[in-house]
């Protein structure tokens, strides 16, 4: 492989690495802040120990996941000089504020909160912990709404000018706010909470199963369980929103998502194939006539745009046209899982968790890292599907590579995924250690009583 494909092969490693953990992130903050909440109101009541002992022990899941993505997203960074010069060359203008912005307002603010949230129990007040841990959840927020402010605004670019072959910013709010731009932060943050609840749930359940559940273990699952049986259809109500923003502003990809070779009314959906770009068709093709025109367009006899209309400038089919089966396929199993597990739950209301029938606990660690699947099969969908350019329309890949010799891009794409290999057995295996040996919770110290002190 020459150095292009090497490096995008490499930036890819990279990014897919990275995203796995802003994934659980960004919404397990949120899951931790309804714990607290949970905790203070119900201070004094035997539930009130349950909430804090789920606190404590996804706090230090929180405290994992963030550390890694922190590492992690600093060394994709580096792949925009050391890979992509191109890049920020043309579109540093809009690039770069944007990710300054991320800086300035997501990190500055989870780095002062992140020690009072982690630390701070015992040493401050439950009502500055509370505000600790809600800041540092709406920084993680924030940060993702920056970071996909810019993704966004590289697949549906608009409030830009080009002068002498780059990008300059024309209207910061049209940059921030693109046509896609509330669709995919929309999806992105649903798409956080169905993993990072999965993930609580899985991983309850192995306690239950090891018989290392606590009173916190019981209550982080029912809240993870509601929570996915909730998020889940709306992120397929938010999923096919997006579809059709995408259908409007990047046609070639919905072609390419969908197996539509040729322009045609009345497009039948294909539900499994194995797309031949050579031969221009879908083989072993499972399909419901008319079904694509009906739900892209909302009419069974609506026309479609082919491939064929987008000649070397549409993305590689088979990626895209998997991926997103892949997405979906998963994400109807979460919605079934999801569902059955609050069906179980409703049932079984008053009664206690120990006693759920073995399969259903067997079923939910089964799809503890289901959210990493879909993600990374979106987002595969999302950005070779954007394909072959980096600003959709306007600045071709190819044109940003740097011109390394072919071998010293694969000698350190093999060190990144030996690398990415272990780290993320190592990260598998302590949360499943935590969970097999989860620590007692601590007792608080007490608070200064001195007039002034932090918390009185």
Known sequence: ?????????????????????????????????????????????????????????WTKVFALSFAMGVVSGITMSFQ???????????????????????????????ATFLGIMLFGRGHVSDRVHLVATLMVAFGTTLSAFWILSLNSWMQTPAGYELIDGKFHAADWLAIVFNPSFPYRLGHKLLASALTAGFLIAGVSAWQLIRATATEGTRRALRTAIIAVAIATPLQILMGDAHGLNTLEHQPAKI??????????????????????????????????????????????????????????????????FLGFRVMVGVGLLMLAMAWTGALVLYRRRGQDLAGLPRPLLYALVGMTFSGWVATLAGWCVTEIGRQPYLVYGLLETAYAVAPHPAGMVAGTLVTYLVVYVLLLLAYVG??????????????????????GAMGT
């Open 1 to 57: 492989m020459d150095t292009f494909m090497l490096s995008r092969i490499q930036f890819a490693a990279n990014i897919s690495f990275h995203i796995l953990f802003p994934s659980i992130t960004i919404a397990l903050c949120w899951f931790l802040v309804f714990f607290r909440l949970r905790h203070t109101a119900t201070r004094g009541t035997p539930a009130a120990l349950g909430w804090e002992q789920a606190y404590y022990f």
């Open 80 to 110: 925009f000089g050391t890979n992509w010069p191109g890049f920020m060359e043309q579109v540093g203008n809009i690039a770069g504020p944007l990710l300054g912005y991320e800086v300035l307002t997501a990190f500055f603010l989870e």
């Open 255 to 320: 072609a390419a998502i969908e197996g539509i070779w040729h322009t045609e009314r009345g497009a039948p959906l294909t539900l499994l194939g194995l797309p031949n770009e050579q031969q221009g068709r879908t083989d072993y093709a499972v399909q419901i006539p008319k079904a694509a025109s009906l739900i892209l367009a909302h009419d069974p006899d609506a026309q479609l745009r082919g491939l064929d209309e987008f000649p070397g400038a549409h993305p590689p089919v088979a990626p895209v």
């Open 430 to 451: 302590v949360i499943k250690y935590m969970a097999e040996h989860p620590a007692k919770l601590p007792p608080a110290a007490p608070l200064p009583t001195a007039p």
